[in-house]
């Protein structure tokens, strides 16, 4: 009895092993061929061909194209949050170049990965996957990225640098959302560089700390 419960493990172990690497698969299928062919001309079925499954197997993972796309966002913005929590001050931190410095980190790794126009579609798929698993996780991982934010600010003020009246959290996300929205200006643009929203962003966060100060 008990070698065959181990079996029973083993077996189960293996399939979620099995399961696991066909989702990366489909996935990884997915970003060469959003690339190759854009992703409007990029079909369930060239991604299922490309990867050795079937149609109805994509669409049991992820539902929809849509569903394939965010799923790619989501693995990408894991290696993100690693990449800003490395390489994001800590210690003597200015709140206008620290998130200029964000956004940066941001809008490199964005390009590197997707292009402009396959931004553009996840933006739409966020909206069209509403209230599914992958856009949910979506939303969660903006979440964490807002709290890389959070996290510096809260260490500022715990060194002083930021009066104990401001709320971390609020501020964090507020920032987060301002960066976000420049962000979304320079995906909607081919012509938008990343140096143009980073002064843009200096100018809108100069205006609004100028105000708080007055």
Known sequence: MICIKNG?????????????????RIVLSAKALFKE??????????IA?????????????????????????????????ARLNE???????????????????IMDHAITHLDKEIWRQVIAAVTTEAGTRLSE??????????????NRIEAAQAAGAIPEKVDPVHLGKALFHLQN???????SSDDMT???IETRLRNDMGA?????IG
Do not use: M, W
Not at 87 to 105: G, K, M, N, W, Y
């Open 8 to 24: 029973g493990r083993g077996l189960t172990t293996l399939r979620a092993r099995q399961k696991e690497d066909r989702r990366k």
């Open 137 to 150: 996780a979506y939303f969660k991982l903006d979440q964490q990225l807002a709290y890389v934010l959070v």
């Open 87 to 105: 390489s994001l001050p800590r210690e003597d931190i200015d709140l206008v170049e620290l998130v200029v410095a964000f956004a940066h980190v």
């Open 208 to 212: 609004l700390f100028s105000v708080c």
């Open 37 to 46: 062919k854009g992703y409007e001309k990029t079909t369930i079925e060239n």
């Open 49 to 81: 061909e490309a990867t050795g499954v079937s149609g109805v197997t994509v669409h049991n993972y992820y539902g929809t194209k849509a569903g394939v796309l965010l799923a790619l966002v989501v693995e990408n913005d894991e290696a993100l949050i």
């Open 194 to 196: 990343r140096d143009e």
């Open 181 to 187: 929205a420049r962000f979304i200006q320079f995906i």
